[in-house]
């Protein structure tokens, strides 16, 4: 059984800076793909970033050139650096990896951006 475990989330001023981390253990074969969504109270979770087991990244338009997505492959780790935050970045950060035996998601952090 794949467990994700995310960490790193918490209460930041609007333009501070955030590292979330997401673990997965229960399996020594790496991930295809690696991603970060989020959930907004009364929204629907969004895709944030993604990288593929070929370091190709994916970054939806609002984060693009604040946040930085990374992993290591062979420790099946993914992060997720955040800058400059806003107050719309508040929500629930969920890690999602998707294997060759199924698609998994951790229990969220979250982060909070207000003054």
């Known amino acids: 059984q794949v467990h994700l475990v995310e960490s790193g989330g918490g209460l930041v001023q609007p333009g501070g800076s955030l590292r979330l981390a997401c673990s997965a253990s229960g399996t020594s074969i790496g991930a295809k793909t690696m991603a970060w969504y989020r959930q907004a109270p009364g929204k629907q979770r969004e895709l944030v970033a993604s990288?593929?087991?070929?370091?190709?990244?994916l970054y939806a338009d609002l984060v693009k050139g604040r946040f930085t997505v990374s992993r290591l492959y062979l420790k099946n780790t993914l992060y997720l650096q955040m800058h400059n935050l806003e107050p719309e970045d508040t929500g629930a950060y969920y890690c999602n990896a998707q294997f060759s035996i199924g698609d998994y998601w951790g229990r969220g952090t979250q982060v909070t951006v207000s003054s």
């Open positions: 990288v593929t087991n070929y370091d190709t990244t």
